[in-house]
């Protein structure tokens, strides 16, 4: 936006809460920091993911995750390069409802059962006596 990190016109309104809501720099710049960091954060955990034996339904949604990532940004800069056909702004908001439910089923998969807990936690006892 511009040629600053952070545009001039960010903090135009007052009072200064309506800028994350009313206007318009504002609430794309916000769009823009808060995507950026979604997609770093994922990077992130698919890299660090990558150090444990998952099962094999977690790799797979981990990749879906990360490629729907790839995905849901490049609707997005497709989608203001083109200055937003709808076309492009409807897929981008479904793109954020597919993301959004394949990291919930990757959450999901990643859960410990608690009768698997109670196992290791009685093994470790028993090991410790």
């Not at 954060?41 to 981990?62: D, G, H, I």
């Not at 609707?75 to 409807?90: K, N, Q, R």
């Amino acid at each position: 936006m511009g040629e600053t990190i952070i545009p001039k016109e960010w903090a135009q309104m007052i009072p200064l809460w309506k800028n994350f809501t009313e206007n318009p720099v504002a609430v794309q710049f916000n769009h823009r920091a808060l995507a950026t960091s979604t997609a770093a954060t994922v990077l992130a955990l698919y890299l660090y993911a990558q150090r444990f034996p998952l099962s094999p339904r977690s790799k797979v949604l981990m990749n879906l995750v990360l490629g729907m990532t790839g995905v849901q940004a490049s609707l997005g800069i497709s989608t203001l390069l083109l200055y937003v056909p709808v076309e492009l702004g409807v897929a981008h908001q479904s793109g954020s409802l597919v993301l959004l439910s394949l990291l919930i089923l990757m959450l999901h998969s990643l859960r410990v059962p608690k009768s698997s807990i109670r196992q290791v936690t009685n093994v470790a006892k028993q090991a410790l006596k």
